[in-house]
Structure formats: structure tokens, C-alpha cells
């Protein structure tokens, strides 16, 4: 079956420390994307990459860093310089990132909890 | 700005019909889209909107008027398993690069 896998499901983190998640898609897109979901408010992005070894930033990349080595893979570094980095973290991907071309919606991995000690 | 607005929470009864409003403000438009979130879960496609009017699937149908800046999402005979967050998203066609505006999502409470 295809789908998006991410690893750990929940994730302690002393502070100070980095860590990293993974997100691990065989959809075969080339777009792909990390969210953050904090309570109350709607999804927002940190990083999307729409090919191999390139990616930009999104609305809250400070303290997070990505790479894209592959096509299959983007994980995230939450790094100790992220100030309130306790949250629900989603990754997706797509086909491409659509507009005119096409619908192009996103497919979600089942998400990793982060909490900071 | 860019802003979508969500009723943040709502209450039906099951196999009754619920009706989740979305409104929005954006540079440019590029389409709508609903997905379902199950609490701790991933949000799920639920469906996908560029012209104006009505599109149906199965128990689920979806409204968009871009002169108005609405969407609606429509839910029929209600079940207990539809308790969820419904999450609108806008794709912003000012944006080069097509991302997703998202709303806060509206929680659905499914009563017996």
C-alpha cells in the first residue's frame, strides 16, 4: 500500500537538545511538506520541498531545519534554538503543487508528538 | 491579509444533516479544500472546490461561491464516526508557489 510514514509517534525532548523526525513517502511525489498543529489554531507550514535537494522556508522555520536527500524522504531537525517546539507535527506530500495543472491535494503521514521536558 | 474563519465548534445529533460554513479572505484563489482530522490523527481528504456550486460525494457534499468568499461543508444522516475536526484550507493563487491557507478547523460533536 502507498502512504506516508512518520517516525516516532510521540517523541520526548529535553531541552537544549536536537532532535529529528522522520517522514518517509512511496507515493511517488515530488512535493512534499511539514506542518505544525498547535490547539486551536490551523495547520502551519515550516518547510515544503518540491524536488530533490531543494526546499524553502515556510511561515515558522525558524529553529527547524530539513533536507531532501531523496525523493522518498524529508525529515525535519527540530533544533534547541525552536523556543516552544511542544507540538503535533505533520508531514504531507503531493503530487506537485498544483495551481492550474491540477488538484493536487495533500496526503498526511499520522503525525509525531513532541513534547519538551 | 489571508484569513479563513471556522465556527470552532459544533453540535448535531446522529442522522440528523450539519452544515460546517468556511469564509475567506486571500490575495488570489486556486481552489478550497475539506479534510477530516480525528482527534491525534492525520487530516484526510474529504473533497475539492474551484468553480462556484455544489459538488456531491456519497453522505458529504461541498459549496463554494468565490464572489462570496463561502464555502460550506455538507454532512448528511450523521453517524457517530463523523465526530471529528473539519479543516478548510485555500489555495492562494497570489502565492508563486500555490501553498495552502488553513483555517483553525471546526470541531463536530456527534450526540446519540
Known amino acids: 500500500d502507498g502512504g506516508i510514514t512518520q517516525s516516532p509517534k510521540y517523541l520526548f525532548r529535553k531541552e537544549g537538545q536536537n532532535v529529528t523526525l522522520s517522514c518517509e513517502q512511496n507515493?511517488?511525489?515530488?512535493?512534499m511538506y511539514w506542518y505544525r498543529q498547535d490547539p486551536g489554531q490551523g495547520l502551519r507550514l515550516i518547510y515544503y520541498s518540491q524536488i530533490v535537494n531543494d526546499f524553502q522556508k515556510g511561515d515558522i522555520a525558524e529553529g527547524y531545519s530539513v533536507s531532501r536527500e531523496k525523493k522518498e524522504s524529508f525529515p525535519l531537525t527540530v533544533t534547541s534554538a525552536q523556543k516552544n517546539p511542544t507540538a503535533f507535527y505533520l508531514c504531507?506530500?503531493?503530487?506537485?503543487?498544483?495551481?492550474?495543472?491540477?488538484?493536487?491535494?495533500?496526503?498526511f503521514g499520522p503525525g509525531t508528538r513532541l513534547t519538551v521536558l | 491579509g489571508q484569513n479563513i474563519d471556522q465556527p470552532t465548534e459544533m453540535t448535531a445529533t446522529e442522522g440528523a444533516i450539519v452544515q460546517i460554513n468556511c469564509t475567506y479572505q486571500?490575495?488570489?484563489?486556486?481552489?478550497l479544500f475539506w479534510y477530516q482530522q480525528h482527534a491525534g490523527e492525520a487530516p484526510t481528504f474529504l473533497s475539492y472546490n474551484v468553480l462556484d456550486g455544489l459538488e456531491e460525494k456519497g453522505r458529504f457534499s461541498s459549496f463554494l461561491s468565490r464572489s462570496k468568499g463561502y464555502s460550506y461543508l455538507l454532512l448528511k444522516e450523521l453517524q457517530m464516526k463523523d465526530s471529528a475536526s473539519y479543516l478548510c484550507a485555500v489555495r492562494d493563487e497570489a502565492d508563486s508557489n500555490y501553498q495552502l491557507i488553513w483555517g483553525a478547523g471546526t470541531k463536530l460533536i456527534i450526540k446519540p
Open positions: 507515493l511517488n511525489h515530488d512535493a
Open positions: 486571500t490575495s488570489g484563489f486556486n481552489g
Open positions: 504531507a506530500s503531493s503530487m506537485g503543487l498544483g495551481g492550474t495543472v491540477h488538484r493536487s491535494e495533500q496526503f
